[in-house]
């Protein structure tokens, strides 16, 4: 009797163990985020993780071009990708590696620097094109090939040169100073804090969290209005495809960012429980608090494939709209 209740007991624990080498009871989730999520997911997470003892989350911040490429081309596990632009899962992961997106938060393009930098007293939403043209005047900006906020740095470029009537101003500041081109924020930030370049293209809402004075531009060219979406579809740029060796034309579009489950998650009930609490209003509110503002309603073109759990989000938001 005492053997066959310790062969009862030794089965037990190995298939556990078995469902804990699986990952299936792990607990874990795997976040691809763009680089300006990168504060308040962490503290989504540090939050989450509180209120769900045994959850893990486990970020990798990067270019959301380069989050597309770790799942299309290195096929690293992932559970949930976040990316700074709706088109690159829209374009690059839909079908084949996941079915929906919902697009969440917004953003706009601004021009960050510091009291050193050159001309910083004289920098203003009218001047700063001529400042930095300036060879005086360095300027970093993201890499468009790897980043959204590269390639919209690229089309912000392109809206001004409109906007202020300044022929060839597009193509001469994107000759300029193409040394400093980096592939995602948190170089940028780390360029202008070491003095190495005088102003930075970024997002908003990452000079907020970082403490950057910052030049605001005119809602024509920063990519923060959807209702200047006619205007912003008016210019577009290539960057690099879904395979090697591919190119893609994107257009302007006010910035949305946008979040999904991968078909093939690893722990994909988990993964749709955090994006529940990232929906809700506690979630949202940590995004407010680090200068970036949700997209009300939340909206999504594959209204049908978003899981029931997430589905409630979209509705509840086009009811309270309509009150």
């Known amino acids: 009797m005492r053997r066959v209740l310790f062969l009862i007991l030794i089965s037990g624990f190995a298939f556990v163990g078995c469902k804990n080498k699986s990952g299936s009871n792990s607990g874990e989730i795997i976040i691809f985020n763009a680089g300006s999520l990168s504060v308040p997911f962490k503290q989504m997470k540090d939050e989450y993780e509180k209120r769900n003892p045994g959850v893990k989350i486990l970020m990798e911040p990067a270019g959301s071009l380069v989050c597309a490429r770790k799942i299309t081309e290195l096929k690293k596990p992932c559970d949930i990708i976040a990316s700074a632009d709706y088109f690159v899962i829209n374009k690059l992961l839909i079908p084949e590696y996941t079915s929906w997106t919902i697009r969440f938060a917004t953003n706009e393009m601004v021009i960050a620097f510091l009291d050193k930098s050159t ?5 203003n939403s009218e001047n ?3 400042i930095l043209s300036s060879d005086k005047v360095t300027y970093s900006r993201a890499d468009p090939d790897s980043d959204p906020g590269g390639y919209r740095t690229v089309l912000t470029l392109m809206l001004a040169e409109k906007y202020y009537n300044q022929k060839d101003l597009a193509e001469r500041l994107l000759l300029k100073n193409k040394n400093y081109i980096r592939p995602k924020e948190v170089d940028l930030i780390a360029l202008l804090e070491s003095n190495a370049v005088d102003y930075i293209f ?11 004075k910052y030049v605001e531009l005119p809602d024509e060219i920063n990519l923060g209005d959807p209702l200047k979406n006619d205007l912003y579809n008016s210019v577009s740029t290539e960057v690099v495809g879904s395979s090697p060796g591919s190119r893609i034309i994107v257009r302007g579009e006010y910035i949305n960012y946008s979040i999904s489950v991968l078909n093939n998650a690893p722990h994909k009930s988990e993964a749709i429980e955090f994006i529940s609490f990232l929906l809700s209003n506690d979630g949202m509110d940590i995004l407010r608090k680090n200068g970036q503002e949700p997209i009300i309603p939340f909206s999504t073109e594959q209204p ?12 509840t938001q086009k009811t309270e709209q309509n009150r």
Do not use: T
Not at 119 to 123: C, T
Not at 304 to 315: H, S, V, W
């Open 202 to 212: 970024i997002y908003k809402s990452v000079a907020i969290q970082h403490n950057l």
């Open 119 to 123: 001309f910083s007293g004289e920098m």
């Open 304 to 315: 049908a494939l978003i899981p029931d759990k997430l589905r409630q989000y979209l509705e």
């Open 128 to 130: 700063w094109y001529e």
